[in-house]
């Protein structure tokens, strides 16, 4: 089987994650030409389109109430956890959910979604990744991508950090990684 295939892995571009939302990651919304203009590139080559997304319970681990580091967000069912709006998702994009349990967190694309195995299935070798938020998600993400054995792409522009101030930090260590930073 082939692994030179690429796809687009779009991490949790969400009402609660966007401008607006529970936990909005500063400028998100600057996201969205980036990362439409890569979904149409995608669409024209052919490559898979992968979305992430929180899929909380209620009572979840994450949440302040149950002494997580979160407010709550991206509650199963809520207008939160729906994929914001303004992004050109395809319908025919392959959704991953993660963070379904309720006492078990998962910032990672791939922590308990057998991400790897659809992709190795689909002799998928290379990722372009962007979303939400830089220094969470999408930084765990990538790490994990990278350790599987996965060639990455970070799409620099089509992603921000809740903390800003940790960007710069956050793109050098993925770029020591081996990661390839798209700008």
Not at 109 to 130: E, K, M, N, P, W
Not at 137 to 164: E, H, K, M, P, W
Request: hydrophobic share 40%.
């Amino acid at each position: 089987m082939s692994s030179d295939k690429c796809a687009l892995l779009l991490v949790d571009i969400q009402n609660d994650f966007c401008e607006g939302g529970s936990l909005a990651v500063p400028q998100s919304d600057a996201i969205f030409p980036v990362v439409n203009e890569w979904i149409s590139k995608a669409r024209q080559e052919g490559w898979e389109i992968i979305a992430s997304r929180d899929w909380h319970p209620v009572d979840h681990v994450s949440f302040v109430q149950r002494d997580g580091p979160w407010p709550v967000h991206c509650v199963q069912d809520t207008r939160g956890a729906e994929f914001h709006p303004a992004m050109d998702l395809p319908t025919d994009a392959v959704r991953v959910s993660k963070g379904t349990a309720f006492d078990t967190d998962a910032y990672s694309a791939f922590d308990g979604t057998q991400l790897d195995s659809y992709l190795r299935r689909h002799g998928i070798g290379s990722l372009y990744v962007a979303g939400l938020a830089l220094d969470v998600c999408v930084r765990a993400s990538v790490i994990d991508a990278v350790q599987l054995g996965f060639g990455v792409n970070l799409i620099v522009n089509g992603t921000y950090a809740v903390d800003s101030d940790s960007a710069p930090e956050v793109l050098d260590e993925l770029a020591g990684l081996g990661v390839s930073l798209q700008y």
